[in-house]
């Protein structure tokens, strides 16, 4: 027997074992796998306050787990595991406009000493409330004060006209100057989302 054939066969030997190391190693690895189905509750706890008044679309926000992601009894994602999301959208309150409004989503899971694992979940939408009445009030006022005034100062209707006018004008003034209802969403908030796709995640040992 050759020594060129002897080297030989011990490379085919180790290349052959390598691939079935590495088969192998797969094949633990998927029994050590679960998925996650679409509708899956993700309970969130924010890191960090959100606020419409300063927040813009892209920017990241942070916070974790608030209780375990189970399947069947068993712990597949620990309570405490690092969330990352991102806003979608934003809309600063405006004066005498269009109400404040936000909306983000989660875009990450990572399990304690895991690997960032993308995800695709619900969006947490919100709207602030309506500027009509708050604004209303603030002009219908202005405009009472104003007559008030008037019929003090000239004591006839052309007077009381005038100064609810005048009030009227100021009230508006006032409402655009207050109007502002922007919101936040707290830090130390749970926030819940549900997956939208599928998402294979590795669980421990047992």
């Known amino acids: 027997m050759s020594k060129r054939f002897v080297t030989g066969t011990v490379r085919a030997s180790a290349i052959a074992a390598t691939l079935l190391m590495t088969a192998a190693s797969a094949a633990l690895a998927a029994e050590n796998t679960v998925v996650l189905m679409p509708g899956t509750r993700i309970s969130v706890v924010l890191r960090q306050t959100v606020a419409t008044a300063t927040a813009r679309a892209g920017d990241h926000i942070e916070g974790e787990l608030a209780r ?35 909306d983000f989503t989660l875009t990450e899971l990572t399990p304690p000493g895991g690997s960032p694992i993308s995800i695709v979940t619900s969006h947490y939408s919100r709207k602030g409330e309506t500027h009509t009445k708050h604004e209303a009030e603030y002009i219908a006022g202005g ?59 590795p669980v421990p040992l047992q």
């Open 68 to 102: 375990d992601i189970t399947m069947n009894g068993r712990t597949v994602v620990p309570k405490g595991s690092k969330v990352e999301g991102r806003v979608v959208a934003v809309t600063p309150s405006g004066t005498l406009s269009q109400p404040a409004a936000l």
């Open 143 to 201: 405009a009472a004060v104003g007559a008030l005034i008037g019929q003090i100062a000239g004591r006839d209707t052309k007077s009381t006209l005038t100064g609810t006018a005048a009030g009227a004008v100021a009230g508006t003034a006032a409402a655009a100057a207050t109007g502002r209802l922007d919101f936040q969403v707290e830090a130390g908030r749970t926030v819940g989302f549900t997956l939208r796709k599928a998402t294979r995640v």
